[in-house]
């Protein structure tokens, strides 16, 4: 009698503990990616890989969230890290991450969102990543400016072309503060002449790609007396 007890209580105790999430529980590890609009963007963790693409609806229509999930399950109490495949490591010996094409991603900041544990302590694994589209600066090369007023524009962002301070030269390239977003179109035009000269644009305008532009060329002249 006193056996079948104690037998009675340790599987008691043990069908306890796997309903707590211990002892042979497997857990999927997994997540969501926002606003994956290009694929593929690819998640490591524990030497495994999951190449994610952007989900569409039946009419094509991209998804503002795609879930993912890795292929093999980690058993309790094994640790996990998610991130992005790293290719390389730059100058100063940050890494560097895979990213899909035309998109910067990286962890949601969100508070509660987490991309390394234990498996186990959360019921969930649901480690989100956050993508935007890339953007770039555009800019380009300055010939015969010599007098002040110039100033350029692209969409609404202003870019007065100021003497350097140090040397009082007039610049021979310039760059806009604002980036703009990939796919989007950009347009220079000279808002202001500079005093007795008459600036033109050249390839001022076109569709952002995936690096900076830098062929944009401001050619300036000397009015005539």
Same mark, same amino acid.
């Given at each position: ?11 008691? &105790? ?11 529980? !497997?857990?999927?590890? /997994? ?25 569409? !609806?039946?009419? /094509? ?58 498996? /186990?302590? &959360? ?26 007023? &110039? ?7 202003? &870019? ?7 040397? /009082? ?22 808002? !202001? ?33």
């Amino acid at each position: 009698m006193k056996k079948s007890i104690l037998a009675l209580c340790a599987l008691t &105790l043990a069908a306890g503990l796997s309903a707590c999430g211990a002892g042979s529980s !497997d857990y999927t590890i /997994g997540g969501t990616v926002v606003n994956l609009q290009f694929g593929p963007l690819v998640l490591v963790t524990n030497g495994m890989e999951v190449a994610i693409q952007p989900q569409t !609806d039946a009419n /094509g229509k991209i998804a503002s969230s795609t879930s993912y999930s890795f292929p093999n399950q980690l058993k309790y109490g094994e640790t996990y890290n998610i991130t992005m495949k790293p290719i390389g490591t730059d100058a100063g010996g940050a890494t560097i991450y895979q990213q899909p094409p035309h998109q910067i991603c990286g962890p949601s900041t969100a508070a509660g969102n987490v991309t390394a544990d234990t498996a /186990g302590r &959360l019921s969930v694994i649901n480690a989100v990543f956050i993508c935007t589209l890339a953007s770039h600066t555009i800019g380009g090369t300055i010939t015969g400016l010599a007098a002040d007023g &110039l100033t350029l524009n692209n969409g609404g962002s202003k &870019l007065p072309v100021v003497k350097d301070a140090t040397t /009082g030269a007039y610049p021979t390239s310039f760059t806009f503060p604002t980036a703009v977003t990939y796919k989007q179109t950009y347009g220079v035009t000279v808002l !202001d002449q500079p005093t007795g000269q008459t600036c033109r644009v050249a390839n001022g305008a076109g569709e952002m790609g995936d690096e900076n532009i830098t062929s944009i060329s401001i050619t300036c002249t000397t009015n005539p007396t």
